[in-house]
């Protein structure tokens, strides 16, 4: 029996290239990239707010041009609040008369008040008694003069006078009763003070002129456009002159010191990185590298296949993640596409 046939090292370098040409051609036979880091691609992008006013009004002040620098709390726009101010006069004097009318009704009637109340009842009562007087005389006279017609001693008329005189002085008493108990009402209702209702309706009418004093002073305050953040003027929408709409954007500022790469890995490569490690990024222009943070890795792919049965297209599967950079020196702008170097964690 023949020894084996040694194969040559050109002979199994032919089979390699057969067998990466017959079975896997995309994957097998691939140039393989570093084992201690990877490179890809992404794009930059950074905070960007809508500079807008919480009220309408027209512009009487624009601070801003389309790149210009600005500081959090700069003001942006001046609104026109002479409208306002107008508003806030009137309901500062409603105010005013509700709280003199609720301080009125706590501090009850005057004693001056109280007494002249007691006066009036007092004659109320002298009248009562001067009208039962001259009821009574009226009762006398009339059964003394029904005695003398009885006894065939007196005229009619007499009698008639006094009863006439009767049916007065019973109405007089009546009205003077009702005076005394009119009075005494007064007299106990100015002792007593005012209820507790009234008391409650001034209370919640000066409560309501507050409160609107409260969203006139807001609304003034708001007048006052702020930018929310630092950054750079990306867009202004409107000029000095214009009607501006509440909660309508004004202008755009975006914060460009401090911004982010989104950058794509593969699902395979993604047990190798972790949160915190040092990424550098590579300006799609050249350049010298720029040093970031890992602070954000996706919980899921972003782009997920149709058909994820065999190893190979699972390995297709990318997640996202977020390279925070410092960028005070300008060199990053928004949209600009990078590349990042990510060494493996180990």
Same mark, same amino acid.
């Given at each position: 029996m023949n020894p084996p046939v040694q194969q040559s090292s050109?002979?199994?370098?032919?089979? &390699?290239? !057969?067998?990466?040409?017959? +079975?896997?051609?995309?994957?097998?036979?691939?140039?393989?990239?570093?084992?201690?880091?990877?490179?890809?691609?992404?794009?930059?992008?950074?905070?960007?707010?809508?500079?807008? &006013?919480? !009220?309408?009004?027209?512009? +009487?002040?624009?601070n801003i041009a389309e790149g210009d620098r600005i500081k959090e709390g700069a003001v942006v726009a001046q609104l026109d609040t002479a409208d306002a101010k107008l508003a806030l006069d009137r309901a500062q004097a409603d105010r005013q008369a509700a709280d003199a009318q609720l301080r009125l009704l706590l501090a009850g009637a005057r004693p001056e008040d109280i007494r002249l109340a007691e006066a009036q009842r007092a004659g109320a009562e002298a009248d009562v008694a001067a009208a039962r007087e001259e009821l009574a005389s009226a009762e006398r006279d009339l059964k003394r003069y029904e005695s003398l017609i009885a006894a065939n001693a007196g005229a009619e008329k007499p009698r008639d006078d006094a009863a006439s005189r009767k049916e007065v002085a019973t109405r007089r008493v009546t009205s003077a009763e009702e005076r005394v108990r009119a009075a005494s009402e007064t007299v106990n209702r100015l002792k007593s003070g005012a209820r507790k209702e009234e008391v409650e309706a001034a209370r919640a009418r000066l409560a309501f002129f507050d409160a609107q004093i409260a969203t006139i002073?807001?609304?003034?305050?708001?007048?006052?456009?702020?930018?929310?953040?630092?950054?750079?003027?990306?867009?202004?929408?409107?000029?000095?002159?214009?009607?501006?709409?509440?909660?309508?954007?004004?202008?755009?500022?975006?914060?460009?010191?401090?911004?982010?790469?989104n950058v794509f890995l593969d699902e395979p490569l993604v047990p190798k990185v972790a949160l915190g490690q040092a990424v550098t990024l590579y300006p799609d222009g050249g350049g010298a590298g720029i040093q970031g943070t890992i602070t954000f890795i996706s919980s899921k792919a972003e782009f997920t296949p149709r058909n994820v049965q065999t190893a190979d297209e699972r390995s297709k599967l990318v997640y996202r993640l977020k390279v925070t950079v410092d960028n005070r020196k300008g060199v990053l702008k928004q949209g600009m596409p990078v590349e990042a170097d990510i060494p493996f964690a180990k």
């Open positions: 050109w002979f199994r370098a032919a089979l &390699a290239l !057969v067998a990466c040409a017959l +079975l896997a051609p995309a994957a097998a036979c691939a140039k393989k990239g570093p084992a201690d880091h990877v490179r890809i691609s992404g794009y930059i992008e950074a905070t960007e707010v809508q500079v807008s &006013a919480e !009220v309408g009004g027209r512009i +009487l002040e624009l002073t807001k609304g003034i305050k708001d007048a006052t456009v702020l930018s929310p953040l630092s950054g750079l003027v990306t867009k202004k929408m409107m000029d000095k002159g214009e009607i501006a709409a509440p909660r309508v954007p004004i202008a755009e500022v975006a914060d460009l010191d401090n911004v982010w790469a």
